[in-house]
């Protein structure tokens, strides 16, 4: 496996629901993003959430971390259908270096 | 809200032409990342620079592959002799100082090899 992996792959749900991506990794991190793409745009940050954070809120979202299992959830609350896209994890892997290394990303489709 | 600028927006080119991408980073910005995107997949890490020096690079940042930022403001990436298989999503991050900082992308610039 790589570091960053996401699941579910895809997800389609009812406008006002609530989303839940979890993201898991491999190696220990500096940090971890959650970032959003719109189909074929450029990268939207979301959140940062630092190794020693367990929880971040921003709006209708929240974060949470898990060190311990190396794993990442991201809750979107009350999602709206411009909330459809894909979202990525990315990690800072505590390698020295500057380095993010993105999952593979969960597809997000919200129905109205 | 100041903005990462990528150009050009596309580039078409044939196998084994060399290519300039370019990035306009935010001002006073001192990190700068490139990563490229495969179609439908997921963005991979190419290479950090900072301090005017390769921090990182991955696998895929291959002898084929240099960075470097010519006046001080301007952060290229070059390809050397273009294969099928760099046809991508090109997008340069520029983040401010500090690794807990956020990464701001650009729009990307779409690669094309035929």
């Known amino acids: 496996s790589q570091q960053g992996e996401e699941d579910p792959q895809a997800l389609s749900i009812q406008e006002g629901e609530n989303a839940t991506m979890n993201c898991s990794y491999k190696t220990s991190i500096n940090n971890l993003q959650w970032y959003r793409q719109n189909s074929g745009r450029g990268l939207v940050h979301l959140i940062l959430i630092r190794s020693n954070e367990r929880e971040k809120h921003s709006g209708r979202l929240r974060v949470t971390l898990d060190t311990s299992k190396k794993s990442s959830s991201l809750l979107i609350t009350a999602s709206r259908a411009a909330d459809t896209a894909s979202y990525f994890c990315?990690?800072?892997?505590?390698?020295?270096?500057?380095?993010?290394?993105f999952g593979a990303g969960t597809r997000l489709f919200v129905k109205a | 809200e100041p903005e990462v600028t990528q150009t050009p927006s596309h580039q078409v080119t044939q196998m084994g032409q060399e290519v300039i991408l370019r990035c306009v980073p935010i001002?006073?910005?001192?990190?700068f990342y490139w990563y490229r995107q495969i179609l439908g997949q997921k963005v991979e890490f190419l290479v950090s620079f900072y301090n005017n020096e390769i921090s990182e690079k991955s696998e895929i940042f291959d002898d084929q592959f240099s960075v470097e930022r010519p006046d001080g403001s301007n952060f290229t990436l070059k390809i050397r002799s273009t294969k099928l298989e760099d046809s991508a999503m090109y997008f340069c991050a520029t983040q401010a100082s500090g690794r807990a900082n956020t990464q701001y992308f650009g729009p990307g610039t779409r690669l094309t090899v035929l």
């Open positions: 990315a990690t800072d892997p505590n390698t020295g270096g500057f380095k993010t290394i």
């Open positions: 001002s006073n910005h001192l990190y």
